[in-house]
């Protein structure tokens, strides 16, 4: 088993770190080539501020890792990718991707969906063990080897001081074998709207479950069992649709029957 320490930009870890009960975050990343896979889902993801606070400062859950034009992570997860607007993130990004911004190039950004977010107050701060300078990206670490034991020693330490995760009570639980450090140190993702509505996405391969249309700006994702009825936010509860067919969805237009047709 891993967890991965990645570069946090400081604005983006400073807004979040504000917020008070946010389930979700979307940590971008901004010129991707591919898809983040460092992690499996249930593995951690933390936070290493930039230079020159050195230091893990916080982390989330990692449930999956995508690639969306910006316009869609902001749909999906607006105040949540660490910005105020839509503007204050194409301004952070841009700046990140260097070169001037051409306003209307909806241009494509690295989305790793992260769950059950957590901040650490700055006394806690630590600084990620076997570091070494210039890491741009992030380091995985093995949970098997003795800087992933101290890692992964500091995050319960500091956890079960300031009650940030309940552990088994609230998120699920953490699966661990108690003799061997790197097996089975599992926690349970539990997705927001926005990771819903990419995963929902991404399960669909960008397409209407019923006309097939692919523009992703008037595609949405819709819960089979209604949220308000307690349906999760989980894929299996969800489907891809032009946004006039959800809506006569919603309205009993349409149904999904138990054989999955409409």
């Known amino acids: 088993m891993k967890l991965f320490v990645g570069v946090t930009d400081n604005e983006w870890f400073d807004f979040l770190s504000s917020l008070q009960d946010i389930d979700e975050v979307n940590f971008w990343r901004p010129s991707p080539s591919t898809a983040f896979q ?3 889902p249930g593995e951690l993801f933390l936070f290493k501020l930039h ?3 050195d230091f893990i400062a916080g982390g989330g859950v990692f449930d999956y890792s995508t690639i969306l034009p910006i316009s869609l992570a902001w749909d999906g997860f607006s105040g949540k990718n660490g910005a105020s607007s839509y503007e204050e993130m194409r301004t952070l990004i841009v700046r990140r991707r260097g070169g001037p911004d051409n306003r209307w190039e909806d241009f494509k950004i690295g989305c790793i969906l ?7 107050d700055e006394s806690d701060w630590f600084p990620p063990p076997e570091w070494k300078a210039p890491t741009v990206r992030g380091k995985t670490y093995d949970l098997n080897t003795e800087a992933g034991k101290f890692i992964w020693k500091k995050i319960e330490h500091i956890w079960a001081k300031n009650k940030i995760l ?6 699920g639980g953490i699966t661990a074998n108690q003799d061997r450090y790197g097996k089975e140190i599992l926690i349970k993702p539990r997705l927001g709207q926005g990771a819903f509505k990419v995963l929902v996405t991404d399960a669909y391969n960008r397409s209407c479950a019923i006309t097939n249309e692919r523009a992703l700006p008037v595609l949405e994702a819709a ?3 209604s949220f308000l009825a307690h349906g999760p936010h989980e894929v299996r509860n969800g489907v891809l649709l032009r946004s006039d067919m959800h809506k006569l969805f919603d309205r009993g ?4 029957t138990p054989k999955l047709c409409t």
Not at 114 to 120: A, D, E, I
Request: proline share 8%.
């Open 38 to 40: 460092s992690l499996q």
């Open 114 to 120: 992260l769950t059950q977010p957590f901040f650490f």
């Open 223 to 225: 819960h089979i069992k």
């Open 166 to 171: 309940e552990l088994d009570k609230h998120y």
């Open 253 to 256: 237009y349409l149904t999904i």
């Open 51 to 53: 230079s020159p606070k």
